[in-house]
């Protein structure tokens, strides 16, 4: 069956990088588009990034385009997102998902010093 797993999340302080990690299997990773979405505290999911079969296509939220790099190895069907300069703003559970059908379970990331 279709799984996604996150990881990467944890404790951070402000102004570090997280590598977060979407380890896909059950699907020919390869084939599809892929998007990471954040839940704050208390807030709605937010879209934060696309990226198209082959990476040709990338794009990312303006309100952290500067700082978030989403990326692919269809290799290893795993999806990344960088990100830098953490802000405690990003604190959120992480979700990576397959089209509307298909959702891990999410990472925790908390910004805080």
């Known amino acids: 069956q279709v799984q996604l797993v996150e990881s990467g999340g944890g404790l951070a302080q402000p102004g570090s990088s997280l590598r977060l990690a979407c380890a896909t299997s059950?699907?020919?990773?390869?084939?599809?588009?892929m998007t990471w979405v954040r839940q704050a505290p208390g807030k709605g999911l937010e879209w934060v990034s696309h990226i198209t079969s082959n990476s040709a296509d990338v794009r990312v939220a303006d309100s952290v385009k500067d700082r978030f790099i989403v990326s692919r190895d269809n290799a290893e069907n795993t999806m990344y997102l960088d990100i830098k300069r953490l802000e405690p703003e990003d604190t959120a559970v992480y979700y990576c998902?397959?089209?509307?059908?298909?959702w891990g379970r999410g990472t925790q990331v908390t910004v805080s010093s």
């Open positions: 059950g699907f020919p990773f390869g084939d599809f588009p």
């Open positions: 998902a397959q089209g509307v059908g298909f």
